[in-house]
């Protein structure tokens, strides 16, 4: 499966904390997509970051990609209980068609606690 | 400004009756569009994608059907639903330059879909 794979599967923190994620993933990519998605709601895109590209930031969002190691994290500085999500990588693979498709992990439960 | 629509947001069916979900998009042409199911608790998995009107790609075998009869309408469709059709399906769309999916997507708010 070309399914990456976050970790933590859930993180709990307070206010002010910094939130780590990562994820992992399996066969050369484009690019690598980060998600947030509220309960029982859509996905939100939060940044996006290239192959030849290592290091990401907006606002308190930092995301770093190890292309070696098939690997991003996603740090959120100083934690918000706004910030109670899950979050997905998502890694963009190009098909047999020259289609590029994403295939998104399955999550990052984070809750921030006032 | 874009904005993408789904509906309805939820639906109770039972096993056996027909489905359509309808998705729209506007402010924006000739986008790729996407459909997902999203399993309690896990991540999404793509179901079908489109390119242009008419043009559907299937990603995995299933009981579920799309079609693309405008530019910027998506519907997912099944004759007959199964207990295991059950989840929260998700549209999207994307930017359409010279690959698919190589620029985020956005989405809908979603469709609960529990089939009894």
């Known amino acids: 499966s070309q399914q990456g794979e976050e970790d933590p599967q859930a993180l709990s923190i307070q206010e002010g904390e910094n939130a780590t994620m990562n994820c992992s993933y399996k066969?050369?990519?484009?690019?690598l997509q980060w998600y947030r998605q509220n309960s029982g709601r859509g996905l939100v895109h939060l940044i996006l970051?290239?192959?030849?590209?290592r290091e990401k930031h907006s606002g308190r969002l930092r995301v770093t990609l190890d292309t070696s190691k098939k690997s991003s994290s996603l740090l959120i500085t100083a934690s918000r209980a706004a910030d109670t999500a899950s979050y997905f990588c998502?890694?963009?693979?190009?098909?047999?068609?020259?289609?590029?498709?994403?295939?998104f992990g399955t999550g990052t439960r984070l809750l921030v606690s006032p | 400004s874009q904005t993408i629509h789904q509906w309805p947001a939820t639906l109770v069916q039972p096993v056996g009756s027909p489905l359509s979900l309808e998705c729209t998009v506007e402010?924006?042409?000739?986008?790729?569009l996407y459909w997902y199911r999203q399993a309690a608790g896990r991540g999404l998995q793509l179901l079908f994608y489109?390119?242009?009107?008419?043009?559907i790609s299937s990603e995995v075998p299933q009981n579920l059907s799309a079609s693309r009869p405008q530019d910027r309408q998506f519907i997912l469709s099944s004759k007959k639903l199964l207990l295991s059709d059950s989840g929260f399906y998700l549209c999207?769309?994307?930017?359409?330059?010279?690959?698919?999916?190589?620029?985020?997507?956005?989405f809908g708010p979603g469709t609960r879909l529990t089939v009894l």
């Open positions: 999207a769309w994307s930017i359409r330059r010279g690959g698919g999916s190589y620029n985020e997507q956005f």
């Open positions: 066969t050369s990519i484009n690019n």
């Open positions: 970051i290239r192959s030849n590209e």
């Open positions: 998502a890694t963009a693979y190009r098909m047999n068609t020259g289609f590029q498709k994403l295939v």
């Open positions: 402010g924006t042409s000739n986008p790729n």
């Open positions: 489109s390119v242009g009107i008419g043009q």
